[in-house]
């Protein structure tokens, strides 16, 4: 132990840096690289917090990756969306700063280490209706890793969901599934279907799980692989439960493991990367909707210990004017092998396409099915405040589960009776008694599937615009004419899943400057504290333009915050 004043630290380091997710692992990372003496503490004893398990999309408009592949974009349209969008409820200084450093911050992390990123190509603005909304060129995804890189250190990369995964432990990117469901229209899909099976074979010998990441898990690959690159330690089991604050600055922070409290000092400062509050019922209840989402999708370890331990130090937490706490997705609940349930999200695979509706508890259609899933939950707890919408039913028949699944039903299924028999669908041979095993009236019900089928016969859906916006058509079906996103509901057995709000990250959190320092309830910086990723409060203010919100200013922010405790940030205060 040595003596600083009058506290003992065990350790000294110039940056403490509480939670390893991509915020955190991107601020540890960037401060090694500016030659900062950097230690992560980990609450759990992996790596990834909801990141491993996310898509790991990223949101950086005009980003030389999709540049050098011929697409066009301008950061100040992107901004001129975001003002449409989020108007005055956000903060136009820290959405300025992300879009002026988002492509700087990808191409720093590309150069200097292995965290490298792909462009999506097309892959549309959730709002193609608000002025600067883009169409491609604005998403990058991280590129696919092979976790054979990380040795024994794979086993420290968070598993993404069983749900995302084929035949229990195979990763497959957005890409592969579009070649896994058409395995036998192509040599070219076929071939590559084919070998991602044996690589996961394979691996199987030497393995718990597949080795060739993708998506999320590839991103938490690649900044934990970065990480061990620079030697920067993890603490794993080692959460941060208080701040050490003398003469107004912080100097460090306790942390708590197997070997008891240990007090660190952190000469530049202490990183809050805890994911934010979804796991903490108090926070719950004060800032979410009623009634409360009964699920969630963020890592369980996410329990607000940043927005607590920040509170008490005198931070300012930031609430938008219409509480818009979280960014949604519906779910569907899944029963796993071991009899647990897991949550599948309804991203993009199955609400867009043509032939599905979702109902309220009286069978009527609330929304344009094919909108973002944030959108759709916001438009759950609208209709919500009127008829019980919680659940609501996503309704479709044997021909769309074949053609497309639906939640974990994969394409191509044809037992539907053994799906209900596991709980997860409700199915009927007709529309009358499947509403009446919904508790939906009979001819409610009827009579939305008579519409739907009206409006797939004309391609307008005349109550919810269904198919009008790109971002409807990019998930629909290209092929299903006239209208991608819509189409009969005729076949018998019927089937109904029903979805509940959970959310994906939270929206409100800690305030912060443009360097992530976090400021107290007067504004004014607390000297030694910073803050990113979703303990961060949102750039977004809780809306959500695009793919990659959290994530795109987690990573960017990450990077700001360790320039600064560096002394190196552009805007140095
Ligand atoms: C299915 C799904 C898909 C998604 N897809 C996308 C996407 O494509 N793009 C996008 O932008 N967002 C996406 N998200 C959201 C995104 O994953 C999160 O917003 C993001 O991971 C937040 O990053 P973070 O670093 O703040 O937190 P996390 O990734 O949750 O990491 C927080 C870490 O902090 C640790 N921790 C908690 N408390 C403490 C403590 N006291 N001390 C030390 N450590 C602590 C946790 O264990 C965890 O490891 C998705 C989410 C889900 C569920």
């Not at 992560?40 to 050098?68: F, R, Y």
């Not at 934990?224 to 941060?240: H, K």
Request: hydrophobic share 35%; glycine share 10%; charged share 20%.
């Amino acid at each position: 132990m040595e003596n600083d004043t009058d506290v003992s630290w065990d350790r000294k380091v110039d940056l403490l840096v509480a939670g390893a997710g991509p915020g955190g692992m991107t601020t540890a990372l960037v401060g090694a690289l500016e030659e900062l003496d950097v230690l992560v503490c980990e609450k759990s004893q992996q790596v990834g917090g909801t990141g491993a398990t996310s898509a790991g999309t990223l949101w950086i408009p005009e980003n030389s990756q999709s540049k050098a592949e011929g697409y066009k974009d301008s950061a100040s349209e992107a901004a001129r969306y975001l003002e449409g969008l989020i108007g005055e409820d956000g903060d136009e200084e820290r959405r300025q700063v992300y879009l002026d450093d988002g492509p700087k911050v990808i191409d720093y992390l590309a150069e200097r280490t292995e965290v490298k990123f792909s462009p999506c190509g097309r892959h549309p603005d959730y709002r193609n209706n608000i002025a600067g909304a883009g169409l491609d060129g604005r998403a990058i995804v991280a590129e696919q890793f092979d976790g054979r890189k990380l040795g024994q250190d794979f086993d420290r990369v968070r598993p993404p969901i069983e749900e995302f995964m084929l035949f229990g432990g195979m990763m497959v990117s957005k890409e592969d599934v579009a070649c896994l469901v058409n395995r036998y229209k192509s040599i070219m899909n076929f071939t590559h279907s084919a070998s991602i099976y044996i690589r996961y074979l394979i691996d199987l010998l030497t393995h718990k799980r597949g080795t060739r990441l993708t998506m999320g898990n590839a991103l938490t690959a690649r900044l934990f692989y970065s990480l061990r690159q620079q030697n920067v330690p993890v603490l794993f089991g080692s959460p941060i439960i208080e701040l050490v604050v003398k003469e107004n600055r912080v100097q460090g922070a306790i942390i708590e493991n197997e070997q008891g409290r240990q007090s660190i000092l952190a000469r530049k400062g202490v990183v809050f990367a805890t994911g934010g509050f979804a796991n903490n019922p108090d926070f719950r209840e004060s800032f979410m909707p009623k009634p409360l989402p009964p699920y969630s999708m963020a890592s369980s370890y996410n329990t607000g210990d940043g927005l607590n331990i920040g509170k008490s130090a005198g931070a300012g937490i930031v609430v938008p004017s219409h509480k818009r706490s979280a960014f949604w997705s519906p779910v569907s609940v899944t029963k796993r092998r071991d009899g647990s349930n897991g949550l599948f999200p309804h991203i993009l695979l199955d609400r867009a396409k043509p032939g599905l509706i979702a109902v309220n508890s009286q069978g009527q259609r609330f929304t344009n099915e094919a909108c973002s899933y944030h959108d759709f939950v916001e438009a759950m707890y609208r209709s919500h405040e009127v008829i019980n919408t919680m659940p609501a039913w996503l309704i479709c028949d044997s021909t769309f589960v074949f053609k497309y699944g639906i939640g974990t039903i994969h394409p191509g299924t044809t037992n539907l009776r053994k799906v209900a028999e596991a709980g997860y669908a409700t199915i009927s041979d007709t529309i009358s008694d499947l509403a009446t095993s919904l508790g939906i009236k009979k001819n409610k019900l009827e009579n939305t599937v008579r519409r739907n089928n009206e409006f797939a016969t004309t391609g307008i859906d005349s109550d919810f615009g269904k198919g009008d916006l790109e971002l409807n058509r990019f998930n629909g079906d290209a092929d299903n004419k006239p209208n991608p996103c819509l189409g009969n509901i005729e076949k018998p057995p019927f089937v109904a899943v029903a979805v509940w709000p959970a959310e994906i990250g939270c929206s409100i959190g800690l305030k912060t400057n443009i360097n992530g320092q976090v400021l107290n309830r007067d504004d004014k910086e607390i000297i030694g504290m910073y803050a990113c990723g979703n303990d961060m409060s949102s750039i977004m203010a809780g809306c959500y333009p695009g793919p990659g919100i959290t994530l795109g200013p987690a990573i960017v922010f990450g990077y700001r915050v360790a320039k600064h405790a560096a002394g190196r940030a552009s805007t140095q205060s």
